[in-house]
């Protein structure tokens, strides 16, 4: 078999975690693939695998050129596809990277529909809320909330993010509700974040822009568990209302300071600067932009914003 072949088997054992799963995938013999990888290890004089009984696992080596394989598979197939009549019908593996609460809360629905509507297209999400290599990781969109780091990239805007500062009513009926940013250092505060240190949250009204370092007495790297401390009653939060909206809603947080807003943050899909932008590509970005927008589904029957944040 070619390199390009066994790197395709090699991928989906990856994936299948095992050779028969990849054997009935691609539609070979177990033993094919057993021999295309063996081929592929003997080729790089490298083992790719670990091998036991009952499941089949990368080795450390193995890991990195799985994602070096997805990657150049991804610039084959996108090739191809700009050469071919094939580049106007969707079709093909899409592979997106995108935060874990807004994947969870707001791309499962879309995805399922966008599935429905494409059949040929093959979607794989992989969710984390940390920043991946666009390139080396495989991925043809990437989802981005706020200031986007990574300026080699395309981006587009497809919607606003806003964010309240809320708690549960027995907190607020415990400590009271905070009057102006200031007062937060004096509250009991539940922040995003990978290290337990001091965050500093801005706010701005029509006369004033205000940061405050606010100590954080619960420090987590994902919203969901912070709303869920928030509605326990364990503090006052600052979330994007895609994952507050329901509670607001349902009166089990309260908004605070009301007046005060922080500055909203736009939602962006981003890939890499190909020539030619796929018709899988360009379908989804449009499909979730006409899903959210300026004044997405979530934020429906929440009190308007300042004009400060508007």
Known sequence: MDRLTNMRVFTQVVESRSFTGAAEKLGMTRAGVSKSVLQLEK??????LNRTTR?????????????RCVAILADVEEAELAVS????EPRGRLRINAPMSFAMLHLAGPLSD????????????????????????????????GALADSSM?????GVCHHALAASPDYVAARGAPQHPDDLVDHTCLTYGHLATDVRWR?????EEVTVTVPGHLC??????????????????????FISGDDLRAGKLVRLLPGWEREPADISVIYPPHRYL???VRVFIDFLAQRFGDRPYWDEDLEPYSAASS
């Open 43 to 48: 080729q790089l004089g490298a083992r790719l």
């Open 203 to 207: 706010f701005k009204n029509e006369a």
């Open 154 to 158: 395309i981006a587009r805007r497809i």
């Open 85 to 88: 009549s094939l580049h106007d």
């Open 114 to 145: 966008f599935m429905e509507r494409y059949a040929e297209v093959k979607v794989q999400l992989i969710m984390n809320d940390r920043q991946v290599d666009m390139v080396d990781g495989g991925f043809d969109i990437g989802v981005r909330i």
């Open 55 to 67: 499941r089949v696992s990368p080795t450390e080596v193995g890991l990195a050129y799985h994602d």
């Open 220 to 241: 987590v790297n994902n919203g969901d568990v912070l709303r869920d401390a928030a509605v326990r009653g364990r503090g006052i939060v600052l979330l994007p209302t």
């Open 278 to 280: 796929s018709a899988k």
